[in-house]
């Protein structure tokens, strides 16, 4: 990359990295021009609605289709036995979470259904109308099982869901470091409390949705879906179809939110590929919003106890985390739900320097709906019992919480630094990151407020919540489990005659706006004007293999592997340009879409110019010289298993103690991803994760009853933040680049998701504190206010 | 099963469009399905998320909760509509400038509820502009990149109109 693109502290220099750069690709969707897979109309294609079932757990009897069949437009009623013919059956663990166990999932149910919502069987019809018609008209019989909806109960193991695997335990995992236990007996103060967290769930507005193409003259099927890893999915839909990988093409058009929702393998979806193969002819599958709620992975229902120990002084000596999840009757294939509890063990306490540590993890199966990785996976969770029970040591030693953090964060010079859990950090910014962030929010001025405003009955309240984030993983998050999922990206440029350049990435855009960084990165590494840079994602057919987007690694990873092909194809460029100019290389650059002289900047060459040359007049070259405008080049990060950032957020609310209603004033956050291509990108990344987590901190909760039915399963009674209840959101940077790569760029899409609940809950219980009432459980609901405060 | 199709008229983007309509299909799967008029979209199919919202008569509706055959006679704009007459012009480009949308399945809806609001609260404050669009959800974007695109919309008009008094 050329000096003046970027300066080594990550600042911007005058290319397009570091630019506010509008996305492209944002034209389309504002004029209702998208293409999302529900858009695609293909000959002869069909529809696919599913019979599920209503209930928790429940032997099926009898399924009877005779009605169903004789319904008008139906081609198809069909049950599990029927599709396990076209699509094997998956259990889904991982050989790095030892001990990781779970039972054979099927695409469509066979004799079982283990929640409420599973598939048992499939109609396709000429229309979705009529598929869903005939679908009522299924006449099933079940024999009643016993249910298991709480994690204690599954934990404890009285009715046992699959009986082949002994107990009701997927994953469980302990770590300690030693010493924790005279680290308790040490202190001076220890503080202890339990933490809930209810499921949520993406509500991506646009629902799942897949249309499968069989091709039988070629047995080739391709595969338009709503995903977020085309790679994956085409490997999967591969094996488990049995048709060759290099015969599955999966296409990811424009794709109406995801955020982890839609990097899974869901049984609907396998199933309506598999029932292209066998009708040989375009199904299509669009997940209704009651669907969504029943079978897009939950997340994040966890209880958790954490202790601290610490000193008098206000010195954190350790923590004790006792964490209890459950995940529906299987683990979720092929990421295994295994990963968020694993990162809660890994990520607690994780920005600060104590030594000791000691976690276990029960990760058990219960007859609800599925969870698995959610934006941010695992941080949430652990960012909030992090932050809540610092704020209570705080509370209990009479410190600031602002100094208490100060005192116990990783100081900034002490990189490289493993934490007490063994995560292992290049570098991170938490004390530049809190001075920052006291001086943005002026935390003085507000604590000097709250207090005012207390004694006129106006409860108040300022959380801060510190946070590490995973990002850019390396193959020891999936690979080296066994998964087939890359942890490496490619980017292929190519050179066009007109000088343009067409950027083929195997990372894929969900509106985060990776196809627009890609573009700026591309142009600077190039040397051409971002117009003239066109950006292909989201194809198996026409990108290199990559892994997709998830755990926020498309910007540093993918933009990595774009910068790097870039650059090779600027060097290939100017072999041309030599040959033309009959000069050497070295004495000439590409800038603003001119090839020019290296030390003057004189235009040479228009770009356009070496395009006509290289591919029609290529005979005006030396005998012995080939021109070659195409290049490709991958990235995989190494060094670190992760390239950790860190961050800081704050919340300011007001609590209504009379009503337990909950006004949120304000948010900010500072945090470091290192270098940053596109600050308004990012700063909008930030901002949907924060609402997103104040969603799950204050109002999101798929509410099961005893039975395992799912009682709000609708958009009208599953709350998520809307405009009018959000509060503006003030965002700074610290800028740390990673020395991994060139680019320098870490994550960002999940920070605001991870730390916005922790901040939101100690903004509450810092308003709750003159009542010496706290919330413990989310979502922090008025009515868990109000029993905390004793008025309910 | 009988065909209780209707022959129905509607004015669809300005143009007189008449088709056989079955009496339970919606608005939107109408739009949607027969017209070709994706850009609207459903995202709840209950009247809750305004993914779907297109216009009729000039008032804003939920294209989910409405039948096809109850827009007989009626105008009905969608996105494509808008967008190609120019009328929502600026704010696609605020929006675009501001990047307030990320993976755009509300944002027809959203530049719906807001050119509504435009036309007909010129002066709303900013805590009005959330409250318009809180029937509509965005799960992108946290929101406050939305209003600020509004904001700098009705901004800009209130300063045209000054400078034309």
């Given amino acids: ?792 | 099963m009988m065909d209780h199709a209707v022959e129905t008229t509607l004015i669809v983007n300005g143009t007189p469009t008449t088709r056989r309509i079955q009496p339970r299909q919606h608005l939107i799967d109408f739009l949607r399905e027969e017209l070709g008029l994706t850009g609207s979209h459903t995202g709840c199919e209950h009247g809750v998320c305004g993914a779907c919202t297109v216009r009729v008569d000039g008032r804003i509706v939920r294209g989910c909760l409405m039948l096809a055959v109850q827009a007989a006679g009626k105008c009905v704009d969608t996105i494509e509509g808008l967008s190609d007459s120019g009328e929502i012009a600026e704010l696609q480009r605020a929006f675009h400038e501001r990047n307030a949308l990320q993976c755009g399945f509300c944002t027809p809806g959203m530049l719906m509820a807001a050119q509504d609001l435009i036309v007909k609260k010129p002066h709303a404050t900013r805590d009005e502009i959330r409250d318009h669009l809180s029937g509509n959800y965005c799960r992108c974007t946290g929101y406050q990149a939305i209003v600020d695109a509004i904001e700098t919309v009705l901004k800009a008009k209130q300063l045209a109109a000054d400078e034309r008094r």
């Avoid at chain 1, 350790?318 to 459950?326: K, S």
């Avoid at chain 1, 690694?553 to 910068?563: D, H, Q, S």
């Fill in chain 1, 1 to 792: 990359m050329n000096a003046d693109k970027i300066k080594s502290d990550g600042t911007p220099g005058t290319g397009y990295i570091g630019q506010s750069v509008p996305r492209a690709n944002a034209k389309r969707l504002l004029q209702g021009r998208g293409i999302y897979t529900d858009d695609l109309r293909l000959p002869r294609i069909a529809h696919v609605a599913f019979f599920r079932s209503p209930h928790a757990h429940a032997r099926i009897t009898k399924l009877d289709f005779a009605r169903a069949r004789g319904m008008p437009g139906v081609i198809a009623v069909v049950d599990g036995k029927a599709v396990a013919e076209y699509c094997k059956p998956w259990v889904a663990v991982l050989a790095h979470l030892k001990g990781i166990k779970s039972a054979p999932q099927h695409a469509i149910a066979i004799d079982r259904a283990c929640w409420q919502g599973e598939a048992v069987a499939a109609v396709v019809a000429e229309s979705r109308a009529q598929a869903e018609d005939a679908a009522d008209l299924i006449e099933a019989q079940w024999e009643e099982l016993p249910v298991v909806v709480d994690m204690a109960d599954a934990l404890a193991g009285k009715y046992v869901i699959h009986s082949d695997l002994g107990d009701n335990i997927c994953f469980t995992r302990e770590l300690d470091t030693g010493e924790v236990d005279a680290a308790f007996a040490a202190a001076d103060v220890v503080v202890e409390e339990t933490y809930e967290f209810g499921r949520h769930t993406g509500v991506t507005l646009e629902g799942r949705a897949l249309l499968a193409d069989y091709n039988a003259a070629e047995n080739s099927l391709t595969v338009y879906h709503s995903t977020q890893a085309p790679h994956m999915m085409q490997d999967i839909i591969s094996r488990h179809l049995d048709i060759p990988e290099g015969n599955v093409r999966v296409i990811a058009k424009d794709v109406g939110g995801s955020y982890g929702i839609k990097v899974h393998v869901y049984p609907d979806e396998m199933a309506t590929a598999a029932l292209a193969v066998m009708l040989k002819r375009p199904v299509k599958f669009i997940a209704d919003r009651l669907e969504s709620f029943l079978t897009d992975i939950h997340a994040r229902e966890h209880k958790a106890k954490l202790r601290l120990a610490c000193t008098r002084a206000g010195d954190i000596l350790a923590f004790d985390l006792d964490d209890l999840t459950g995940i529906g009757p299987y683990s979720v294939y092929p990421r295994t739900s295994g990963i968020e509890g694993n990162q809660v063990v890994n990520l607690t306490g994780g920005p600060y320097k104590h030594k000791q540590y000691r976690a276990k993890l029960n990760v058990v199966f219960t007859n609800k709906n599925v969870t698995c990785q959610y934006r941010a996976v695992g941080h949430p969770i652990a960012v909030s019992i992090t932050e809540c029970i610092v704020d209570l040591a705080a509370e209990k030693l009479g410190m600031d919480p602002a100094e208490f953090r100060r005192r116990n964060l990783i100081p900034d010079d002490a990189y490289p630094y493993t934490s007490a859990a063994g995560m292992k950090f290049e570098k991170l910014s938490h004390h530049q990151t809190l001075d920052k962030l006291l001086a943005l929010m002026d935390y003085k001025k507000l604590r000097s407020e709250q207090e005012a405003l207390r004694k006129k009955g106006i409860y108040r309240g300022i959380g801060l919540a510190a946070m590490i984030e995973v990002t850019n993983p390396s193959p020891a998050f999936y690979g080296v489990g066994g998964a087939r999922i890359s942890a490496q990206d490619g980017a292929t440029l190519r050179f066009e005659p007109t000088g343009m350049v067409t950027c083929m990435v195997s990372v894929t855009e969900q509106g985060q706006g990776t196809e627009g960084i890609f573009a700026q990165i591309a142009a600077d590494a190039v040397g051409v004007s971002i117009d003239k840079v066109r950006v292909i994602t989201g194809d198996t057919g026409t990108t290199p293999y990559g892994g997709g987007t998830w755990a926020s690694r498309g910007a540093g990873i993918g933009g990595e592997a774009v910068l790097q092909s870039g650059k090779a194809l600027r060097a290939h460029i100017l072999e041309v340009a030599a040959a033309i100019l009959q000069t050497g290389g070295e004495m000439l650059d590409v800038r603003n879409d001119s090839v020019v002289d290296v030390r003057t900047g004189e235009a040479k060459l228009a770009l356009a110019e070496v395009g006509r040359i290289a591919y029609f007049r290529p005979d005006t070259l030396p005998m012995d010289f080939q021109s070659e405008l195409v290049v490709t080049r991958h990235y995989t990060p190494r060094g670190y298993g992760f390239a950790f950032t860190n961050g800081m957020q704050a919340s300011l609310v007001e609590v209504d103690t009379e009503t337990g209603f909950v006004k949120l004033l304000k948010h900010w956050c500072v945090e470091d991803c290192g270098t940053i291509i596109n600050p308004q990108l990012v700063d909008e990344q930030i901002r949907g994760g924060i609402v997103q987590g104040i969603g799950g901190a204050l109002f999101e909760h798929c509410i099961y009853s005893p039975e395992g039915q799912l009682v709000n399963g609708n958009m009208a009674e599953y709350l998520v933040p809307m405009a009018g209840e959000m509060p503006d959101i003030a965002i700074a940077h610290v800028v740390t680049p990673t020395k991994t790569s060139e680019l320098g760029a870490k994550g960002a899409g999940e920070a605001g998701t991870a730390g916005a609940p922790g901040a939101v809950m100690n903004a509450i219980n810092d308003a709750l504190r003159p009542f010496k009432a706290r919330v413990t459980a989310q979502p922090v609901t008025p009515e868990r206010i109000l029993k905390a405060l004793g008025k309910v």
